[in-house]
């Protein structure tokens, strides 16, 4: 089992920066892939971005490329998203979420992934 814990979410103004920190315990986060996913007001969850678990392989929406950057450290166990020139439309509860995955696969869909934080607000203003 491995629990997933979000923090840094908060209210920032548009063109601000936000970094989520997303904290597993429970057993070794090195050989999960990690993803991140958010969920606004009304709408279905969507994927963010994704990273395989040495790190070499990441991927993102096309609406955050550019912008966001996912990392982690896998010494400390947390996965990061680094969050730049955020937008009015990037205002959701944001989720981490991982799978174990040796292999080094990365996935965009949620149902691919095993474990979920509860989630972090990300509010931003115009």
């Known amino acids: 089992q491995v629990q997933l814990v979000e923090s840094g979410g908060g209210l920032v103004q548009s063109g601000g920066s936000l970094r989520l920190s997303c904290a597993a315990s429970?057993?070794?986060?090195?050989?999960?892939?990690m993803g991140w996913f958010r969920q606004a007001p009304g709408k279905d969850r969507e994927f963010v971005a994704t990273i395989s678990w040495s790190g070499d392989s990441t991927y993102y929406v096309d609406s955050v490329k550019g912008r966001f950057t996912i990392s982690r450290d896998n010494a400390k166990n947390t996965g990061y998203l680094q969050m730049n020139n955020l937008k009015p439309e990037d205002t959701a509860v944001y989720y981490c979420?991982?799978?174990?995955?040796?292999?080094?696969?990365?996935?965009?869909?949620?149902?691919?992934?095993?474990?979920w934080g509860q989630g972090t607000q990300v509010t931003v203003s115009s």
């Open positions: 429970g057993r070794s986060f090195s050989r999960y892939t």
């Open positions: 979420a991982a799978r174990y995955s040796s292999g080094g696969d990365i996935y965009m869909r949620a149902y691919n992934y095993d474990y």
